[in-house]
């Protein structure tokens, strides 16, 4: 079966720090891959998503980035964190263009 | 383009009372629609999915929607509300030349004993 894995569960950094955030799948080959956003009492920022090793398309222009080293690892990182990138990070997964399988989410406070 | 509008952003029902959750969704073409559902501090969850066939959709916990392309809805409902389906629930609809969902912005549910 697959799962889906997400590190760290929660973080805490100061403004103006780097971010690396990792997500990796297990149990499938070429999955889609995808970053998403949640700020409190808000509903999905689509940031980030990867149909391939190597292949980012960016939805929301930000000081944030994605990388796809290797074909079940999406990383989402950052130079130097914004007081406004505090929010739930949730990565997922899908086969193709249905369902989606999200990770556990990681929890950034920007201070 | 693809968008989906949930109305309500918060709904409130007492236990064992009729849950109604509300979606419609924009799209050019065919849609696939889904039903997720968070609990606090975790990630989504599917609880059910149209993609072709059969209109009404049975998911997981007693929750079914029907899509009507007519209307461009796919409303949740369960019959019978219980106090674990306290949650929030996100409505997402996805096709093939997008190669993504767009979801929601998601309906706080609150079950009053």
């Known amino acids: 079966s697959q799962t889906i894995h997400q590190w760290p569960a929660t973080l805490v950094q100061p403004v103006g720090s780097p971010l690396s955030l990792e997500c990796t799948v297990e149990?499938?080959?070429?999955?889609?891959l995808y970053w998403y956003r949640q700020a409190a009492g808000r509903g999905l920022q689509l940031l980030f998503y990867?149909?391939?090793?190597?292949?980012i398309s960016s939805e929301v222009p930000q000081n944030l980035s994605a990388s796809r080293p290797q074909d079940r690892q999406f990383i989402l990182s950052s130079k130097k964190l914004l007081l406004s990138d505090s929010g739930f990070y949730l990565c997922?997964?899908?086969?193709?263009?249905?369902?989606?399988?999200f990770g556990p989410g990681t929890r950034l406070l920007v201070l | 383009a693809q968008s989906v509008t949930q109305l309500g952003s918060h709904v409130s029902v007492s236990e064992g009372a009729l849950v109604l959750l509300r979606c419609n969704y924009s799209?050019?073409?065919?849609?696939?629609l889904f039903w997720y559902v968070q609990y606090p501090n975790q990630g989504l969850q599917l609880l059910l999915k149209?993609?072709?066939?059969?209109?009404l959709v049975k998911g997981i916990n007693g929750f079914e929607a029907e899509f009507k392309k007519s209307e461009t809805s796919f409303h949740l409902t369960k019959p019978s509300a219980h106090m674990s389906d306290a949650a929030e629930y996100f409505c997402?609809?996805?096709?093939?030349?997008?190669?993504?969902?767009?979801f929601g912005d998601g309906t706080t549910l609150t079950v009053k004993p």
């Open positions: 149990g499938t080959s070429n999955p889609n």
């Open positions: 149209y993609t072709t066939g059969a209109t």
């Open positions: 997922a997964w899908s086969p193709g263009v249905e369902t989606q399988y």
């Open positions: 799209s050019s073409v065919p849609p696939y």
């Open positions: 997402a609809v996805s096709d093939a030349s997008a190669g993504k969902s767009t």
């Open positions: 990867s149909v391939g090793i190597g292949q």
